[in-house]
């Protein structure tokens, strides 16, 4: 599989995120893990895991090539050595197969705990998106009773304007009959007035009855006084009536003026409201906020969901290319096992001489190749 060519800019980055990381772990055996890689460089999975793996390549030991030619040391040597010769090829050739498998298990080993990595990274983003949607039903749950609360206050400052509404009729109602009172007492001045006015002009005309006529019987006299009792009574009525009327009218102003009050309790009930209203909707309003601010995080954990996914199968993509190097590497082995055979088969003609010249080996049986 062939890989797209990586920025040089993001490649030296990643390379010294995983130093940085390889060094906190005081350079042992363990190596940093990717998602640590990814999480320093900032950069994304894919890349991360193909410049990972060859950092490790070049930090692992390369098997060593396996001779495919007899060397000269053995071409030179004499039958008797052809043993040990025979001794020293196998051993090569085992310590490159052994070093072969070592590189195959830790390269087996390497995409298991990336396999581990990537399932637990997942498991943590779908935990944290079950909780974004508890969080969200919950902040949806208090939404609704806010919303709830906000009908009723709502409904109560309606009641609250009714009952200011009939308040306020009632209040112009009294503002009416205090005026009528008022226009009862004008009239109630306008007949004091006239009737003083009377009075005066009797007074004046009685004058002139006595001026002109200083004769006139006793009896018209007293019928004079009479008629000016008469006029006194009514001229006390009048103003008894008066009084009645201005305590009337100071009552109806003390009634008015306890309305006032009334009404303007009512107000300050009406503004108090308001503002328990108004801290109501900014409330709900906060709440809205955090409801859109939990719903964006969740959008953006179902984005990070989505591209956990998309690196999942990237890493399916890198296990298969591990898994068909692997193969490579088998097939590298059964070629290592050939040029075994084609050794001791050339080094057989070799030992048949060697006993028919009576030579015996110096080294015990070469052990079977594995």
Request: net charge negative; proline share 3%; glycine share 4%.
């Amino acid at each position: 599989m062939e890989h797209s060519p990586v920025n040089p800019d993001v490649r030296a980055r990643i390379i010294n995120a995983i130093e940085e990381l390889y060094d906190q772990l005081g350079r042992v055996d363990k190596f940093p893990t990717v998602s640590d890689v990814r999480g320093r460089a900032r950069a994304d999975m894919n890349t991360c895991s193909a410049v990972f793996k060859e950092w490790k390549r070049q930090q692992t030991a390369k098997p060593a090539p396996v001779a495919v030619a007899v060397p000269d040391q053995v071409k030179l040597a004499h039958l008797e050595a052809v043993g040990i010769v025979w001794t020293a090829a196998q051993e090569q050739a085992n310590s490159s197969l052994r070093e072969a498998e070592a590189k195959w298990e830790l390269e087996r080993g390497d995409n298991e705990t990336m396999r581990r990595e990537l399932a637990e990274a997942y498991e943590g983003a779908v935990t944290d998106a079950e909780e974004a949607r508890s969080a969200h039903a919950e902040v949806q749950r208090s939404n609704d009773s806010l919303t709830q609360q906000n009908q009723q206050l709502t409904q109560q400052l309606a009641e609250v304007r009714e009952g200011l509404a009939e308040q306020t009729t009632k209040a112009v109602e009294n503002e009416r009959r205090a005026n009528d009172l008022k226009d009862e007492l004008r009239l109630a001045h306008d007949e004091t007035a006239s009737v003083r006015q009377e009075l005066s002009q009797v007074r004046m005309s009685h004058v002139a009855e006595l001026d002109l006529q200083k004769g006139v019987a006793a009896e018209q006299i007293e019928r004079l006084n009479e008629s000016l009792v008469t006029t006194k009574a009514r001229l006390e009525s009048a103003t008894e009536q008066a009084e009645l009327r201005q305590a009337a009218l100071a009552d109806l102003q003390v009634k008015f003026a306890q309305t006032q009050a009334q009404a303007e309790a009512s107000n300050a009930e009406l503004v108090r409201v308001r503002a328990a209203l108004d801290e109501r909707l900014q409330q709900n309003e906060s709440l809205q906020s955090q409801v859109a601010t939990v719903v964006a995080q969740h959008s953006e954990l179902q984005r990070s969901h989505t591209a956990l996914q998309a690196d999942a199968e990237k890493w399916r993509q890198v296990a298969d290319e591990s898994s068909r190097e692997l193969a490579k590497t088998a097939g590298g082995l059964q070629e290592v096992q050939r040029q075994n055979s084609e050794l001791m088969s050339r080094l057989g003609p070799a030992n048949s001489r060697q006993k028919g010249q009576g030579i015996k080996p110096t080294t015990g049986k070469p052990a079977d190749p594995k």
